[in-house]
C-alpha cells in the first residue's frame, strides 16, 4: 500500500490534521485496495459465506445462540479466518436493540434471529455483513415482514449511491433514513472496511456536524452498507449489511449471500 500513502498525507492535510499520528496517515493510506488485496477479500468473502451457510443448517428452534454462533467460528476458522471482532447474534427480544453478543438462550420458532460476521477472514482481510433469518417453519407476522423491509429498502437504496467521486458529505445527505424518533438505527450509514473495519465512517444527517470528516469516494474503495431498524416501542429488530467494492463504472458488490424474500412485503 505504499504507492497510496502519498495521497493519503495530503488528504490528511487538507483536512487540517496534524502529521503526528501514524495510525491516522496509516488509516488514509489504506483507502485505495490494490488488487492482491481485493482477490484476498474475495476469498475472505467466500469462506465467511460458506460458514454462514453452515450455520444456516444448525439453525432451527431450540439451538442456543451461542452454540449456532459457535458453529459459524468453527467453519470460519477452518477455512482460514484468523479472528472475530465480535459475537454479534441475537434472536427474539434480544434482537431490539442491537448490540448484544450471543447468550445462551434458546431461539424459539417464529422469532427472528440477526447476526454480523465482524470476521478477520482469510489472508488477514475482513469480510463484514449481516444477515437477519426467522427461525423454524412459522410464517412471519405482519410486523416481521415491514421491519424487515424497511431495512432491506434501505440497504438497497443506499447502496446505489456508491460511485468515484461522491463525497461522504453527500453520501449522508443523500441517504435514505428513518425517524430517529420512531426506529432505533445502526451506528453508521456506511463505513470503510479493509484489514477491519476502517476510514471512513459515514454518520447520519442529524450527527453530521463542523467536525465531521469529508472526503471522496475513489475507485478501489471497499465500503459496508450498514442499516439496523427496530422500534424504540419494541417488536422486532432486523440486521442487515453488505460489502460493496466502489470501480470506475460505480460500485460491485462483493457480498452475496441472499436475503429472505418470504420476510419481504
Not at 23 to 30: D, F, G, N, P, Q
Not at 56 to 67: D, L, T, V
Not at 107 to 129: N, P, R
Request: aromatic share 10%; net charge negative; charged share 25%.
Amino acid at each position: 500500500m505504499d504507492h497510496c500513502a502519498p495521497e493519503g498525507i495530503h488528504e490528511l492535510q487538507s483536512l487540517g490534521l496534524e502529521l503526528t499520528n501514524g495510525e491516522e496517515v496509516m488509516e488514509l493510506a489504506r483507502l485505495v485496495k490494490s488488487d492482491d488485496e481485493v482477490d484476498a477479500m474475495r476469498r475472505s468473502i467466500f469462506a465467511c459465506e460458506r460458514s454462514v451457510e453452515l450455520m444456516r443448517n444448525y439453525f432451527k428452534p431450540g439451538i442456543s445462540e451461542q452454540e449456532l454462533w459457535s458453529r459459524f467460528q468453527m467453519e470460519a476458522v477452518n477455512r482460514g479466518a484468523e479472528w472475530i471482532e465480535t459475537r454479534l447474534l441475537a434472536s427474539g427480544p434480544r434482537a431490539n436493540p442491537w448490540y448484544q453478543e450471543c447468550s445462551s438462550r434458546p431461539i424459539q420458532a417464529g422469532e427472528l434471529m440477526g447476526f454480523d460476521t465482524d470476521l478477520v477472514g482469510s489472508y488477514g482481510y475482513c469480510t463484514d455483513m449481516s444477515r437477519t433469518w426467522l427461525c423454524g417453519d412459522e410464517k412471519p407476522t405482519n410486523e416481521q415482514k415491514e421491519i424487515y423491509t424497511l431495512g432491506y429498502e434501505q440497504i438497497q437504496k443506499n447502496m446505489e449511491l456508491l460511485k468515484p467521486g461522491i463525497t461522504f458529505k453527500e453520501l449522508t445527505l443523500n441517504a435514505k433514513e428513518y425517524s430517529k424518533d420512531e426506529f432505533r438505527h445502526y451506528s453508521v450509514l456506511f463505513h470503510g472496511v479493509g484489514l477491519c473495519d476502517e476510514f471512513p465512517a459515514i454518520p447520519f444527517s442529524w450527527e453530521l456536524n463542523e467536525n465531521s470528516f469529508d472526503g471522496v469516494l475513489k475507485n478501489g474503495m471497499v465500503m459496508c452498507v450498514e442499516t439496523y431498524v427496530g422500534r424504540f416501542s419494541g417488536g422486532p429488530g432486523v440486521k442487515l449489511e453488505e460489502q460493496v467494492l466502489i470501480t470506475n463504472n460505480g460500485h460491485e458488490l462483493l457480498t452475496s449471500y441472499p436475503f429472505e424474500s418470504d420476510l419481504l412485503i
